[in-house]
């Protein structure tokens, strides 16, 4: 598999994540946020998730980041959905610097 460009990788994480959105609903699952693709990144998607667990924060937030071959994952967690998406939209640039110019 890696020596496939990673926008073909991320298909299938792009489906799992929309099916669960289908399956639990917005109020356990969302998709695609409002968060701006980074300059240099191919393909991006986020993705953001109810936690089940007593020991487990509520929520957690993920994107996932394409360049070339490489794939990123970036996942930020909180009390909320909100609070999580907020922190992931600011973890996001951050981490994608770097990446891009692997």
């Not at 007593?54 to 009390?79: E, F, H, N």
Request: glycine share 6%; charged share 15%.
């Amino acid at each position: 598999m890696s020596e496939l460009p990673a926008s073909v990788l991320m298909l299938p994480l792009r489906r799992g994540a929309d099916n669960c959105v289908l399956s639990f609903g917005a109020d356990q699952a969302v998709a695609n946020l409002p968060i701006a693709k980074p300059e240099g990144v191919e393909d991006f998607y986020t993705y953001c998730k109810a936690n089940q667990g007593p020991d487990m924060v509520p929520w957690s937030c993920q994107a996932y980041l394409t360049r070339g071959k490489m794939i990123a994952l970036v996942v930020a967690s909180g009390q909320s959905q909100a609070a999580a998406a907020a922190q992931l939209t600011s973890a996001v640039p951050i981490f994608a610097a770097p990446f891009v110019k692997a």
